[in-house]
């Protein structure tokens, strides 16, 4: 041990039992222990709890403000939800009263129609009728020739032609009942 | 150091727990700054730079140095409140000092050449004997004569109750010595063990390749054991604690 140094001549083998050095040590202790338990009290703590409260608190009001917007999204789903039922209903009822309205119409212009289609039909039936008359009185006519001239033919001098067109007139009425 | 210079296996592990003044050679005064004054300054001044530079930007997503220390406060509150009850905390920054201090300590104690405070029976004793003296103090402040339920078992029968109170008492006073040297002891001696093993490598060789791996290994544990009697160390404290705010088991 060339560096023999006081400490190691009071305690040759171990230099923790070198008393000398205590008060030494714990006066130094006692310095360093409270220069660091002022930083440590004073300052660190302070400052750490500050932030893990600043997070917790962060933290809290980030939950807080998640909760109140997914209410807020719930309740705009649901009057969103509200809003599209009313449409529905709108639309529905809106349909409802075109369809009745259309239906109206549909019937008026059929009524309109029927009803045209019926005078134009009695027109038709009017002139038929003449037509036929027309051609009944034609035939008649006709007949009432083909019967003179028959019986001018048949029995020459002894035609009379008005009991002819008579007997004519007599047959046609007959077969026109 | 001295065994290179004289050959052969003389190792000195204890010569690294030597006392030695900073400046000269002279007499050792109370007030001498000596290698043990400035370990534990550079051990203080180490503790206040993790604790506050990391936390200078107070910031809500820590970075990973402000995020150790935020461990470390949770951690030891946690503790303090879990081990010694609410009104315990009042202790914590006390508590929060002395850990810090010891693991810092411990921690900067290996670094080679360096010098370990926390291993002399000295500084441990006298942080084991602070905590027994408040804990004592703090028992017959809160709870008068009633502190003294802490050695009367009432849950024991009662004919071994006296028997139980003079065993207790006994560990009660037992308890600073077991406390201090406890960690003095693991410094100590993983140190010692380390300096033991770098003599062997002095004097091997190429054999020194196994005592190098043993320093490594062991290192590895030094490291461990320095932060788990810091560990030790604070835990007790709690737990004396709670012995004087809650004398009733």
Redesign the interface.
């Given at each position: 041990m060339a560096t023999a140094t006081t400490a190691a001549d009071n305690a040759p083998g171990i230099p923790q039992l070198d008393f000398s050095t205590f008060p030494n040590q714990i006066f130094w202790l006692v310095v360093a222990l409270f220069v660091l338990f002022i930083v440590v009290k004073r300052v660190a703590i302070p400052r750490i709890g500050g932030i893990l409260e600043q997070r917790a608190a962060r933290m809290k009001a980030d939950l807080q403000q998640a909760e109140e917007l997914s209410t807020q999204a719930a309740k705009l789903e649901e009057e969103s939800r509200r809003r599209m039922a009313e449409a529905k209903a709108e639309a529905e009822k809106t349909g409802a009263a075109a369809r009745e309205e259309i239906r109206q119409m549909t019937e008026a212009a059929m009524e309109e129609a029927s009803r045209k289609i019926a005078g134009m039909a009695s027109v038709a039936e009017a002139r038929i009728d003449e037509i036929r008359r027309n051609a009944q009185e034609g035939i008649v006519e006709i007949a009432q020739e083909a019967a003179y001239e028959i019986v001018s033919a048949m029995l020459p001098g002894k035609e009379d032609r008005e009991a002819a067109s008579d007997a004519v007139r007599r047959r046609a009425g007959s077969e026109a009942q | 150091m001295?065994e290179q210079?004289e050959g052969g296996l003389n190792i000195?592990p204890?010569?690294q727990?030597?006392?030695?003044p900073l400046f000269g050679?002279g007499?050792?005064?109370?007030?001498?700054?000596?290698n043990?004054?400035l370990w534990?300054?550079l051990?203080?001044l180490a503790?206040?730079a993790l604790?506050?530079l990391s936390?200078l930007r107070?910031?809500?997503v820590?970075s990973r140095p402000?995020l150790i220390?935020?461990l470390i406060?949770?951690f030891l509150r946690n503790m303090v409140e879990s081990v010694a009850g609410r009104d315990g905390l009042r202790f914590?920054?006390?508590i929060?000092?002395?850990f810090?201090?010891i693991a810092l300590s411990n921690v900067l104690g290996l670094i080679p050449a360096s010098f370990t405070?926390t291993?002399?029976?000295?500084?441990t004793a006298?942080?084991a004997l602070t905590v027994f003296v408040s804990v004592t103090v703090i028992g017959f402040a809160k709870h008068g004569l009633g502190f003294l339920g802490l050695f009367w078992i009432s849950s024991a029968p009662l004919p071994l109750r006296p028997v139980l109170a003079l065993i207790e008492v006994m560990s009660y006073f037992v308890r600073p010595v077991s406390h201090s040297i406890r960690l003095?002891g693991n410094m100590?001696a993983g140190h010692a063990m380390i300096k033991v093993f770098a003599g062997f490598a002095g004097v091997m060789g190429v054999g020194a390749v196994v005592p190098i791996v043993a320093i490594a290994a062991v290192y590895g544990l030094e490291l461990l054991v320095a932060l788990i009697q810091a560990y030790v160390f604070t835990i007790l404290t709690c737990v004396y604690l709670k012995d004087a705010l809650h004398p009733q088991h």
């Open positions: - | 001295a210079s000195h204890m010569d727990f030597i006392i030695k050679d007499p050792l005064q109370w007030y001498t700054p000596t043990s004054t534990m300054a051990s203080v503790v206040v604790l506050l936390t107070k910031a809500e820590p402000q220390v935020e406060y949770s914590f920054p006390y929060m000092t002395v810090m201090f405070a291993s002399h029976i000295a500084v006298a942080l003095a100590m």
